[in-house]
Structure formats: C-alpha cells, structure tokens
C-alpha cells in the first residue's frame, strides 16, 4: 500500500508539471572575502528586490578582438575600414543556444527577464530569497561606513551546469560599490629641477607657460592648429561622474580670456544617464577643466558632456551604463574622452573583461577612446599600505589609449604624479611588446617583483598636466593631473578627424597599433623624469617608451 501510494504520487507530480530533482548547481563566481573596508552588517529581508544583469556568452569575442586589430593596424588591407554596429553584432550578440538556455533557467524559477541596453544583457529583479535559492547563496547587507555605502551582496554563487558555459556572469552579485577616482588636483608642486635645465624653448612657447598652462600655451607647444573644425559627424564625447558639473557660464568667460579667437557663445551639448543632472552652480574642477580644454582646443568640434549619476548602483554601473549607451547609438562618437578611474584590484576581472570588450566595440567602429592614467605614480591611489606597485582601470585595457602627464617646457619632463604601469589582469598586447621588452631590459633588476612585467603596459602618450588655468564660478584656478593632459590629446585627435573626414578619409579610430609602429615618428620622446609611489622612485623615463609617460610633447602631429 505504501508503494501504491508513492507510485500514485509520482504521476500526480509529473502530471502537475512540478521537477523531481533540481539540477545540480555549480560554482560560477566566487571571491574570498569583501573589499577592504566593508563589513556584512546582516542578511537582507527575503523580500527585498535585487535588480540583477545577466551577462550572456558573446559569440565570437574573440573574432571582434582580431577585426578591431585588422581595422586599426598600419599596412592592414583593411586599416581605417570601420565596421557598422550591425556588422559589431555579429560578433557581440549572443548566441540562440546561450539565448534559450539562459531564459529557460530563469523561467523555470518564475523570473522574468528584460533586453538590456544591448543584446549582451538581461535585466532581472529577484526577491533575496529566491536569488538565494536559484543561485545557492547567502545574500547579505555590506556596509562601508567610511564611504557611507551600504549594499546587497554575496561572495559567491552557482549556477547549473545547462546554463555555466552561455553567461559570462551575474552582476553585480559579486561586485562590490567602488567610488570613480578623479585624476586632477588643485593644486601640485612639481619638481624644481625642471627650471635648471639648459634645454632650448621651442620658439614661441613662452615661459609662463611652465607654470601657467593656457591654450594659446599648448599651441605653442604641439603646433595645434585654431582654424576652425567643419565636419558635424566628427564628434567628441565627454564623461563625467562622482557630481562633476561644467558650466555654461565659466566656459564663456573662460573663451573670452583665453579663446578670444573663438565666439564665446561656443557650447557643448548635455546627456544625463542613471540620474545624472549637470548643477551648474557647483561647477566642479574636473567637469570644468574637461570642457573647457576640450571646447577650448578641438575648435569647432561637437562635443557632448556626458553626466553620469549613481542611481543605478554608483560609478562602476555608470561606466558600465554609459559605455553600453554608446554601443547602442546608432552613430558612435569618433572621440570618448574619461578623466576618472578605479584602482584595478576593486574591479572583478570578469567586469574588467566586459568592460574592456565594450571599449573594442566601439573602437571596431572608429572610436578613439582615451583614459587618463591616474595621478599616483605607480600606486592607485586607493590609500593604505602599499608593498607592490599597484595598477590602475581601466588603463590596462589593451583597447583604450592611456594618457600621462608631462611637467615644464624647455626641457618637458614625465611629471611626478603621472601614473603608470603593468596590468595584472590583462596580457601585454602584441603592439606593444618590442617597445615593452626594449625598456624592461633597460631596467634590469630595478623594482624585481614590484610589478607584473608581462602585463599590458601603460601608458601610451602623454601631454602636459601641470598648471592648467580653469575658470570655476569666474574665478581662475590652477588645476593640475593626467584629467589635464587627456582631453587635450583626445582634443588633437578630434581636429585631426575633421580634416581626414574634410578630405574624404575616414577617421583615426583605435590608435595604439598606430602609435606603436607608424605613428611614433610624429611624437617626441619623453626621457627625464620618474613617477615615485609605494616608498620608490617609481619608474624613470628613458628613451623611447616608458611607464611614466611613454611619448608626445614638444613634437607636432599636425603637418
């Protein structure tokens, strides 16, 4: 009778449709303990919401990687012949296997899935309780009461083995809040030696310019040419986080004094993204500098300030955000400019990768993207005890052009704070590796162990940082950083665009493989100067490439 019994359960289970065994769960993601300074404070109520993403397994990441490479190589059959965002897709969008098994799984434990911004992403929203069921977890409440956040989170989850290989991972489950670090100062003292040198001044670079950076100074300085850009689909891309505001008013005034060949009436377009505003009534020193030195330099060029709030989880969800965003126009820009970062060790590698691949998504399609390189020397900047060099994000993406910082004129030296380094989650691009190999033998034994001297090496140029003259609230103000010296390369790099799309050609794109081999004979080489943090020197410029600040000054690449 009770083997009756069971038997007659058994079909009313399978004819009601309910499983008779959960597929075992495995493993996805997992880290051993929370960033440094949170604490789990306790679990969440079960019923408390999570607003989840699936990264889903893009089809041929690896195919992209080799055509972005095919499109941005000198002497390529193909160099400089972008790809459209339908033709990107191809390569990024999911495939209809990874597609079904990801939605099965989620139907099966009743969630609901949303299309993201692109086709690479769901949007899910869970209960705790059943997160914690269907990923074989503990969420729980971290706080970080020093940065005032407190968020939902979990040290590791599983999921089944039908689903593992067809999503790359569940953000941001594992990922913790970590604010976007600004690379300027108010204020910096350089080092004095640069006035004891007996080097030439590059006629027409007057000497105030060692201490006072203005435009008319930087083109004196790179031959940056004032005539105006023509070309309305060459334009420029500004980001801004962490309620950095520009305004309207300290542009026209900053035109008026240091501009007056321009109409002051020039301006830059806003977008706002995860609540992002732009209060231009605390304008800030970055969202100051960064317009002004782009409005300022690429004359004429269409530039859109890009503000960025934290509504959606904070800076690294606005990188994440915004980048997808861009993915998604129809056009892109043909210039992204970012002046703010992360210490590379709080971004999760799986994150790094996503966030690195979206970058060559653009650039397959002729974005040029620049980051600057941080202002730490070879520390991130994060604080605290620092025994080994420490790299910055998103610098060691191999797809992204870094930018450091010089200091002075006559000669123009590596400035001190600029950061530069080894990445220690992505590999040295091949573009890189002979100018790579030259300096490390060089180097010799200096700082053995400090760094990972097979990782991707940054950064790539550099341009003045010290001394730039900011109007903020009418006042101007002295403004120094690698936030300095990478709107202005992104700025050149625009008005080169306008007069290659003027004369029919298309614009630079992706330049790394460019300034590596062709590209070098048009830039000057940095050799003095050293970038000291975690108790060193740092590591000191040299000829040809070097971590501190790689190339471009006094040089011209406008012929």
């Known amino acids: 009778m009770v083997a009756a019994g069971l038997l007659a359960f058994s079909f009313v289970t399978i004819a009601l449709g309910a499983p008779l065994a959960r597929e075992p769960l495995h493993v996805h993601d997992a880290r051993s303990a929370a960033p440094q300074g949170y604490t789990a404070s306790g679990p969440p109520h079960p019923d408390t919401v999570l607003q989840l993403r699936v990264a889903l397994k893009q089809s041929d990441t690896a195919g992209l990687v080799d055509k972005l490479y095919d499109v941005s190589t000198p002497g390529s059959n193909n160099y400089r012949k972008f790809l459209s965002k339908a033709e990107v897709e191809k390569y990024t969008a999911p ?31 869970v209960p705790v309780a059943k997160a914690n069921s269907m990923l074989d977890t503990e969420f729980s409440v971290f706080e970080n009461k020093d940065a005032g956040i407190s968020a939902i989170r979990t040290l590791a989850y599983s999921v089944p083995a039908s689903v593992k290989p067809h999503l790359e991972f569940i953000y941001p489950a594992t990922v913790f809040p970590v604010k ?23 006629a027409g670079v007057d000497a105030s310019c060692d201490d006072a950076m203005t435009p008319a100074c930087l083109q004196a300085l790179y031959n940056i040419p004032t005539t105006p850009a023509s070309q309305k689909s060459n334009t420029l891309a500004v980001s801004s986080f962490v309620s950095s505001f520009a305004s ?42 960064d317009i002004q030195y782009t409005v300022g330099t690429a004359t004429n060029v269409p530039t859109t300030f890009f503000s960025v709030g934290s509504t959606n989880g904070g800076d690294l969800n606005g990188f994440l955000d915004l980048v ?31 966030l690195c691949n979206a970058y060559a998504q653009l650039g397959a399609r002729g974005t040029s993207i620049f980051f600057s390189s941080g202002d730490s020397g070879v520390d991130d900047g ?3 005890e620092c025994t080994v060099f420490r790299p910055t994000f998103p610098s060691g993406c191999p797809f992204v052009t870094v930018v450091g910082a010089t200091q002075g004129t006559a000669p123009e030296i590596a400035a001190d704070l600029s950061s530069g380094g080894f990445s220690n989650v992505f590999p040295q691009p091949k573009y890189q590796s002979d100018a790579v190999a030259s300096y490390l033998t060089a180097l010799g034994s200096q700082h053995s162990g400090l760094f990972n001297k097979s990782g991707r090496a940054y950064p790539d140029v550099a341009a003045a940082g010290i001394g730039y003259q900011v109007t903020i609230n009418s006042t101007v103000t002295s403004v120094s950083g690698t936030s300095a010296s990478t709107p202005v390369f992104a700025s050149v790099v625009a008005l080169l665009n306008d ?27 940095i050799t003095e100067g050293s970038n000291p943090g975690c108790g060193t020197d740092g590591f ?9 600040s790689q190339r471009w000054s006094s040089g011209s690449i406008f012929v």
């Open 382 to 384: 994060e604080g605290g």
């Open 324 to 354: 997808n965003t861009l993915i998604a126009q129809e056009t892109a820009p043909t210039v992204f400019t970012t002046s703010f970062g992360f210490p590379e060790a709080l971004v999760s590698p799986d994150l790094a990768n996503n």
């Open 180 to 202: 976007a670090s600004r690379a300027s100062a108010s204020l910096h003292i350089a080092s004095g030696h640069r006035h004891n040198s007996t080097h030439t001044r590059r």
């Open 248 to 289: 309207k008013a300290d542009l026209k005034t900053f035109l008026g004094k240091f501009r007056s060949d321009m109409s002051s009436d020039t301006t830059f377009a806003l977008q706002t993204l995860n609540g992002g505003i732009n209060n231009e009534a605390q304008a800030s020193v970055e969202g100051s500098l």
């Open 540 to 548: 000191p410029a040299s000829n040809g490439w070097d971590p501190v």
């Open 95 to 125: 495939s209809a296997d990874s597609l079904a098994a990801v939605t099965a799984w989620l139907d099966r434990n009743g969630v609901k899935a949303t299309p993201g911004v692109t086709s690479q992403w769901l949007n899910i929203e």
């Open 499 to 525: 007069r290659l799309i003027a004369a029919g050609q298309s614009p630079m794109g992706f330049l790394n493989p460019f300034l590596y081999s062709t590209g070098k004979s048009a830039l000057n080489d």
